[in-house]
Nanobody, 126 residues
Framework: QVLLVESGGGLVQAGGPLRLSCAASGRTFSSYAMGWFRQAPGKEREFVAAISRSGGSTDYGDAVKGRFTISRDNAKNTVYLQMNSLKPEDTAVYYC???????????????????WGQGTQVTVSS
């Protein structure tokens, strides 16, 4: 069992930065890959970013490439999402997720993740 708790969401002006955190507990953090997804009202859940177990590999959705950065601190059992140059269309609930399958490195498909956090709201005002 893995428990994921997101934090850091809030209201920010367009163009500003925001950093999300996701604290994990329940299993050895470095044994699972992590991802961030988001879901806006009336839309499907969208892939944002993924990071490998060691943190050496990352992947991003097209909508956030060049603006968002995913990282992890395995000593602190935490994954981060640094969001810069935020746009109103980034407004959504952001979720972190854990993939425990040891054969996968980076996963962009939501159904492949095993555990999810409760989500944190990010609202970008224009």
């Amino acid at each position: 069992q893995v428990l994921l708790v997101e934090s850091g969401g809030g209201l920010v002006q367009a163009g500003g930065p925001l950093r999300l955190s996701c604290a994990a507990s329940g299993r050895t953090f470095s044994s699972y890959a992590m991802g961030w997804f988001r879901q806006a009202p009336g839309k499907e859940r969208e892939f944002v970013a993924a990071i490998s177990r060691s943190g050496g590999s990352t992947d991003y959705g097209d909508a956030v490439k060049g603006r968002f950065t995913i990282s992890r601190d395995n000593a602190k059992n935490t994954v981060y999402l640094q969001m810069n140059s935020l746009k109103p269309e980034d407004t959504a609930v952001y979720y972190c997720a854990a993939d425990l399958n040891p054969t996968r490195v980076l996963v962009s498909r939501a159904p492949l993740y095993d555990y999810w956090g409760q989500g944190t709201q990010v609202t970008v005002s224009s």
